[in-house]
């Protein structure tokens, strides 16, 4: 077993998923104000720290995903952020793309950037603790989109990236996000989300990408947003199970999903039923944003910052989500 495999599976064995707190200032910005909070250096470390120290989250939390600003950020009780996420034994991550600008040629469209300087940076995140890293790439549906050009060369980007992080040592998270908005169906949703997901792992292996050594970050295959025909939590997961088997290299230990503006609860329903049904080798489990932090901030900002109802209820999305990743999560224990 190579080293870069025993990482991945550190990260996702036994139910336990990734935290992805690698949200951009800017987004990050957004999600604050949308509580009313002002969006400071302080405040966004004060909010990170409080989920990072929660008691036992390591039973449910194998990684954190963090962005550049918190990983060079010491807590308020004088421990440096990487420190105190290892401490818990949970592997540091770090975003290393650098956003997603336009892409020349096919303004719709997206292509994520960040290669140059790469590997010096890379370096640097090693040194500050990181064991994995993360890069994502963008596509939206539309009549004509995503084009091949936008499917090409995001999928060369993530290679690139991939390679460079493996060399570092460092276990690529792959992320293609094929992005929820719009009208199209589910089974449209399918059939570009197998064709991204097939163009990267092409690339990945072109540009001999150790395959045991990465885990995949995919969308579920969900209706578009705006579409009337919406399906059950049923077809999600099995049309997300047909999707990674057809498109997914067998190498590849594990695949952890994004949540993509899904509900906590649909998130974590439609990861139960992915592993309830799960008839491939990976393991599934999650890799959420706004699903694991989203009450949790509302619950912030209600309560003046308090750190224990903030933790609490933190903790709760946190081991649903990991029930979902063991296939024994019900309703009835969300209450
Ligand atoms: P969401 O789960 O909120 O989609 O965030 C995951 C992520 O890392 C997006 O890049």
Known sequence: M????????????????ILAADESNGTMTKRLEAVNVTSTPENRLLFRETLFSSEGLNKYIGGVILYDETINQTTNFGKSIPDLISSSGIITGIKVDTGAKTLANSSEEKITEGLDGLRERLDKYYELGARFTKWRGVYAISDKNPSKLSINSNAHALARYSALAQESKMVPIVEPEVLMDGNHSADICLSKTSEVIKKCFEELTLHKVDLSGIILKPNMILAGSQSRRKILSEEVAQKTLDCLKNSVPNEVPGIAFLSGGQTE??????????N????????????????????ALKVWSETNKDIQKTQNIFKH?????????KAKWSIELEN
């Not at 609860?265 to 992915?274: C, M």
């Not at 309830?276 to 706004?290: A, L, Q, V």
């Not at 999305?317 to 990743?325: I, Q």
């Open 2 to 17: 190579s080293e870069l495999n025993k990482i991945a599976l550190k990260i996702i064995s036994n139910g336990k998923g």
């Open 265 to 274: 609860i649909e998130a974590t329903e439609n990861l139960n039923l992915i």
């Open 276 to 295: 309830k049904y799960n008839n491939t080798n990976f393991i599934m489990t999650f890799s959420y944003g706004r699903a694991l932090q989203q009450s």
């Open 317 to 325: 999305r946190a081991r649903m989500c990991t029930l979902a990743a």
